[in-house]
């Protein structure tokens, strides 16, 4: 059996997989209310590592009982982790004049997330740039951090002891030269960082350590279980869907939204409204990040539609017309948006008319939005040579509208394949990789099957395109 943990800003989820098989035991994911992010400031997003431990403990807990239901003993063989990507988490403690600790190592602070974007103006609203701002803002928490993480580097420190981290994962933080393959020293300089406090580098597939005796009495697990993967959510839902090599694109549609290319060659943006990171398999992964994706679903369906199931919404949506009668929504409204070259930004409403829109029109508006803002990131990602004509995404969250996909798939003249497969599931599948349970990776995921297909609709395609025009004249003023 194989553990896999995603680690989500709504929640975390894990999932225990039978290596041979490929199929998946059993999942779940914890808290079953979105957890909470706090604000503190505007454009301020922040979460208590501690409540991503204490998730991963009450899932372990959850699948070893579904585990004892079926009959099954639990035999763990390695333990795989992926995790929002961007965070940072100062790990450190108070030290001497000689610069000793003289206390065990623990989070010093709430941890800076993924769509916080405080950073915007040190030129880089990643890992890096939140590092800036605690040296600056927070001199004695930078002074007492011993090792910079990433939401992942800090539950894999949980779970082994180990303070370490991986290249991909530098590269997420903007710490890593990707021409170089080296750390950016000259970008550390210029925001003024040690790069002494940045952990040591594990292979991303492979021992990282192994579960601790308090760890392990914790989740109720042995110890000695080896942790032999840990991606960014991004690189490893592309590996959770096969996509490993040039030419291949995956997709999310969760809390915020994603598309990411693999590519052999290093790329860049000038704009910086798509990243390049370093891929699980020391490729380059090509990223496009939409913030105010599902978080904008789920506000609709708090505030708009809190008697309506999310099937139900959908199917409410179905009844307004393709261009909703005129509405328009411009999706933006979950922080800074690399898209937009992190202008400030929000969500709001156009060409609201009482006596013509509904609910549906505002539900069928929205999800069109986020399918044009995919649509805008991915003309980026074309102008630099990512090839974006077949999508391969999980069959979950906003890939369950079919107005979204659908009119993803019309706009851009994509083909949307949909499989059964999560990031938990991935990671379970990366932790087999690492320990070597499998030939090759591309061997891992030989089981996947594809649920869905969605094709472009060519009587709907200029209905879909005057809708984006229109939402493209109002975004751009």
Known sequence: ?????????????????????????????????????????????????????????????????????????????AIGISYQMHGLVCLGGKKDAEGGLLEPLRALRSSIIWCDSRAVAYGTNFTAGKLAWVREHEPEIYDQTEYVQLPGDYIAWRLTGNAVTTVSGLSEGMFWDMKKSEIDEELMARLQLDS?????????????????????????????????????????????????DAGEVAATGGTSGVVYAVSDLPV????????????????????????????????LHRNVAADLTYPEMNELAATAPIGADGLS???????????????PSACSIHGLQFNIHTRAHIIRASHEAIAFAFAYGMGVMNGMGAETKLIRAGYGNLFLSPIFRQTLSNLTGARILLYDTDGSVGAARGAGIGAGLYSTPRDAFKTLQVVDEVNPVEADREATEQAYERWLKILKG
Request: proline share 6%; charged share 15%; net charge negative.
């Open 329 to 343: 929504v411009i999706p933006f409204g979950n922080g800074a948006e690399r898209v937009l070259q992190n202008q």
């Open 196 to 244: 002494r406090k940045l952990a040591p580098t594990v292979p991303t597939f492979g021992e990282q350590g192994k579960l601790t005796a308090s760890a392990a009495e914790e989740l109720g697990l042995n110890a000695g279980i080896p942790v032999t993967y840990r991606a960014g959510d991004q690189p490893n839902n592309a590996l959770s869907l096969g996509v490993l």
């Open 268 to 299: 860049s943006d000038e704009k910086n409204r798509v990243n390049p990171f370093v891929h699980v398999n020391n490729k380059t992964g090509i990223l496009l990040c939409i913030n105010s994706v599902g978080i904008l679903n789920a506000w």
């Open 1 to 77: 059996m194989l553990l896999g943990f995603d680690i989500g800003s709504s929640s975390v989820k894990a999932s225990i997989v039978d290596h041979k098989t490929g199929k998946c035991l059993c999942s779940t994911h914890f808290p079953k209310q979105e957890m909470a992010i706090a604000s503190p400031q505007p454009g301020f997003a922040e979460q208590d590592p501690n409540q991503w431990w204490e998730a991963v403990v009450a899932d372990t807990h959850t699948l070893l009982q579904e585990l004892e239901k079926q009959g099954l003993k639990p035999n763990i063989q």
